[in-house]
C-alpha cells in the first residue's frame, strides 16, 4: 500500500511530501521551543522529540492529546530522557492540520 502510495505521488511528489514533513516538523519545534518546552532532537527531518519536564508530566500530556484526538503522539525515551514525538510522514497532513495540532498541544 506504501510503496503504491510512493508511486503515485511520483517523483516531485515524493519530494514534495517530504519536504513538506520536514517544514511541519520544523513548525512544531519552533512553535513549542517559543511556549518553554525542550526540543531534544535537531529537527532535520520529520521527527520532533519534545520534554515538558518531569517524565509524569510528559507522559500525561501524551495521554490527554491521546484521548482529546486531535492527533496522535507517542512517547520514547531518547539519551535517557523521556519525550514526546512527533513523527511527520502523511502526504496528507495540511498546515491547517499542524495548526489545530499545536493549539491543542499548547
Known sequence: MLL?????????GLADLIERTCCHARRFAKELKAAGYEILNDVVLNQVLISFGSPQTTHQIIAELQAEGTCWCGSTVWQG???MRISLSCWSTTDADVERSLEVIL
Request: hydrophobic letters at 25%; a positive charge.
Open 4 to 12: 503504491k502510495k510512493m508511486r503515485s505521488l511520483g517523483r516531485y
Open 81 to 83: 530522557q523521556t519525550a
